[in-house]
C-alpha cells in the first residue's frame, strides 16, 4: 500500500521503499507499534535523505508529513512547540529542466542520487495554539464549517463560570487555517475529534478522553483539496492534552 502520492512513471521521486521504512520508525517512536531501536529524533527528520527513482513518492507530500511528524516527534520529547515550532524541511536540489532530465534519470538508473533537504530561507513562526482562537471573520473556522452560531471571542473565566467551561468554549471556537499547497488533515475527522475534546472537558462524554489519546490522535491527510494546517491542528491538540493533564 502505498502511503504517500506517486509521481508520473516518467518523473523522478523519493524512493517508496526508504520513506516507507523511515515513517515506520517514526510511527514506533511516537508509539504506534514495538519500538525496536533508538527513537527517531526531530533532527534526524529535519536531516533525512531519501534515494530517487522513477514513479516515486511525491517529494512535496512526503515533506509536508515529515513536517508534522516534526511536531509530534518534539510535542512527545515534551519541548515547547509553541514558541519554537519546527523548522520545515525543503529539498536542496531543484527540480531538473527539461534539458537536465536525461542525465538525472540515467543517474538514478544506473545509480539513485540522493535528495537532500535543507531550509534555505526562515519559514514564518508557525502560530501559537493561544492564538488559534479567531473571530468568525477568519478565511475557514469550524464554526463556519459546522453553521455554528457562537462566534463571541472566549472570554477568562469568572464568578459562576468554570475554567473547563473556557476550555471547552475555546475549542469550539478554535479555526485551522487551510493546508499548505492543498495538503492538510481530513476536516471532518478533526472537527468529529474536537467535539469528544469538548464533551470530555465538559464533563458529558460517554468515553472521555485522556491526555495520552489526545496527544497521539491521528488524522487521514489530504491532497489539493481542503484540509487543516497539519502543524497548527498538532500545536493545539497538544495544548489541549496538557489541559487534560489538569483536570481534577
Known sequence: MNRFPRVMAVRLGYDPGQVDDFVRRIERTLGLGPLDGPPVTADEIRNAKFAVKLGGYNETAVDFALDAFI?????????????????????????????????????????????????????????????????ASSPRTRAEER??????????????????????????????????????????????????????????????????????ATFATVVFRPGYAIHEVDGFLAEMASVLERCP
Open 71 to 135: 511536531v509530534a516527534v518534539e510535542a512527545r520529547a515534551g519541548q515547547d512547540i509553541a514558541t519554537a515550532p519546527a523548522a520545515p524541511r525543503r529539498p536542496a536540489v531543484s527540480p531538473p529542466s527539461a534539458a537536465e532530465r536525461p542525465a538525472v534519470r540515467n543517474a538514478a538508473v544506473e545509480g539513485p542520487a540522493v535528495r537532500t533537504p535543507a531550509v534555505t530561507k526562515p519559514e514564518p513562526a508557525a502560530p501559537k495554539p493561544a492564538d488559534l482562537a479567531v473571530a
Open 147 to 216: 453553521a455554528r452560531s457562537d462566534t463571541a471571542p472566549a472570554k477568562a473565566a469568572g464568578p459562576g463560570e468554570s475554567w473547563l467551561e473556557t476550555q471547552a468554549a475555546r475549542v469550539e471556537r478554535v479555526a485551522f487555517r487551510p493546508g499548505r499547497l492543498g495538503m492538510g488533515y481530513r476536516e471532518e475527522e478533526v472537527d468529529a475529534f474536537l467535539d469528544r475534546v469538548v464533551a470530555t472537558l465538559r464533563g458529558t462524554a460517554a468515553e472521555p478522553l485522556t491526555a495520552e489519546q489526545v496527544r497521539k
